[in-house]
């Protein structure tokens, strides 16, 4: 098992920048694909952007050219840097750690989460 703790999460105005962090402890980290997640007020959980083992990312269209997911082995830390924010990437954002297959950006294909950090994007 794995567990993981959110943190960054703030209020920014629309053009802003955030860089969430995501520490893990307990299983071995490199061994997880690893996700962001964000849950909208009123709306179903959706995946932001994953990377695996192998370093390979996938980003959701929504935040591509905006954000970046990376990692620190060492830490045991997954980062997401969020740039040129938008109000309607105000969300719940969570970790995630599980298996990339069969959908890397499926909320279903992890195990384990994270308690969440909010993001509020003002206009």
């Known amino acids: 098992q794995v567990q993981l703790v959110e943190s960054g999460g703030g209020s920014v105005q629309a053009g802003g920048s955030l860089r969430l962090s995501c520490a893990a402890s307990?299983?071995?980290?490199?061994?997880?694909?690893m996700g962001w997640f964000r849950q909208p007020p009123g709306k179903e959980r959706e995946g932001v952007a994953s990377?695996?083992?192998?370093?390979?990312?996938e980003y959701a269209d929504s935040v591509k050219g905006r954000f970046t997911i990376s990692q620190d082995h060492a830490e045991s830390t997954l980062y997401l840097q969020m740039n040129t924010l938008k109000p309607e990437d105000t969300a719940m954002y969570y970790c995630a750690a599980g298996r990339c297959t069969p959908s890397p950006l499926q909320p279903d294909t992890y195990a384990y989460w994270g308690q969440g950090t909010q993001v509020t994007v003002s206009s």
């Open positions: 307990g299983d071995t980290y490199s061994s997880y694909c």
């Open positions: 990377i695996d083992s192998d370093g390979e990312i």
